[in-house]
């Protein structure tokens, strides 16, 4: 069959390469692959940033989102039939007390896996098995849409992470701000107007495209480079009381922590590689931190309650505004041009490959 594989740490090394169809044991079933999203773990793994192959290959078949159908099931598999649409969860757990749990997500040793990225191979092939309890299924009316499960249950753990951290509270927020503008800051958007919160977002840009998107949804945006993220609460008249920070920049991710208002909670998800150093306040920003009761949560990941929630949010916004998921899915392409996808993902929102033709 055909896949894409990189040569882990090799930059531009991303290829198609001819495999084995893998066999299923009798807990698993066999995919065959519709349609796999690319994300910035993909293109740092193609950059030779990261990445790591099954132990004994040299090649690392990547793609983490993805949708399928199931085309062969063992003979133990209760859950999943021939036809079903279903989306493969990423990370394997280890044997720490997290991952015995259930909280893979949560894994406290990081010797985990993770399809696509580290250990496993990934979901950017023609066919891939999976086991059963790692599989979830689809509903057929979601469509392609389905293949924007994975993001969209990292910003479900988010979410998630912002109501549990506030238990800690009364809290009723009323004023939310999502920064970045990616698809996962687009999708956490979207999920934070479906639970009826006023949302801001904020990126750098004014983007007429988006800003479509956004008066769709009934969100507001702000152009840091006009506005101070710290004027912002101050524009919109009220105190800030989550922040959702997807930004990819660390700098962003601090100051948030400063614009959240009081008992307030900021969720970091963004995986910055560098080694930045910005100059702040320590004082203000303990003190901020201290009398404003504020917290603040780190996410990575997700779990398969994250996974199912998605699906019931997906089909909710795709229902409250028709028609404004699919203008996250910006390009497609078939799997030979995975070089030329990789590259256009920096003028696009999600690009996706895929390896069935409409
Ligand atoms: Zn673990």
Same mark, same amino acid.
């Given at each position: ?201 904020? +990126?750098?840009?004014? +983007? ?128 030979? +041009? ?21």
């Amino acid at each position: 069959m055909k896949a894409i594989a990189v040569v882990p740490k090799v930059k531009n090394s991303a290829q198609i390469v001819d495999v084995e169809i893998p066999s299923i044991g009798d807990d698993e079933v066999l995919v065959k692959v519709n349609l796999v999203g690319l994300d910035g773990t993909d293109r740092e793994i193609n950059e030779g940033h990261y990445g790591e192959a099954p132990a004994g290959d040299a090649l690392l078949i990547f793609g983490h989102e993805s949708l399928g159908e199931v085309v062969g099931t063992g003979s133990s598999v209760k859950s999943l039939q021939m036809g079903d649409n279903v989306v493969a969860t990423v990370r394997r757990p280890d044997d720490c007390i997290n991952c015995h749990a259930g909280e893979y997500d949560m894994c406290l040793k990081g010797n985990y896996t993770e399809r696509g990225i580290r250990g496993l191979h990934g979901f950017l092939s023609e066919f891939y098995v999976e086991k059963e309890k790692h599989i979830v299924k689809v509903p057929n009316g979601l469509g392609d849409l389905a293949v924007l499960l994975e993001p969209t249950s990292i910003a479900e753990k988010a979410i998630r992470m912002a109501f549990l951290a506030q238990k800690r509270m009364i809290w009723s927020p009323k004023m939310v701000m999502v920064t970045g503008t990616g698809t996962l800051g687009l999708i956490t958007a979207m999920l934070l107007r479906l639970r009826g919160l006023n949302v801001i977002s904020v +990126d750098r840009s004014d +983007d007429e495209y988006k800003e479509n998107i956004f008066s769709r949804l009934g969100v507001t945006h702000f152009n840091t480079d006009k506005i101070n993220l710290h004027d912002i609460p101050k524009k919109v008249g009220m105190q800030v009381d989550l922040i959702i920070e997807e930004t990819g920049s660390s700098s962003v991710a601090l100051h948030s922590m400063m614009v959240v208002g009081t008992n307030g909670v900021v969720v970091l998800t963004s995986i910055t590689g560098g080694d930045k150093k910005i100059e702040i306040c320590a004082d203000c920003f303990n003190q901020g931190l201290v009398l404003g009761n504020k917290a603040i949560v780190g996410t990575v990941n997700a779990n398969r309650q994250d996974y199912e929630q998605g699906i019931l949010d997906l089909m909710a916004v795709e229902k409250k505004w028709p028609g404004v998921l699919s203008k996250l899915i910006t390009a497609r392409y078939p799997p030979e +041009d995975i070089q030329m996808a990789l590259a256009s993902m920096k003028d696009n929102i999600k690009t996706v490959i895929y390896f069935q033709k409409k």
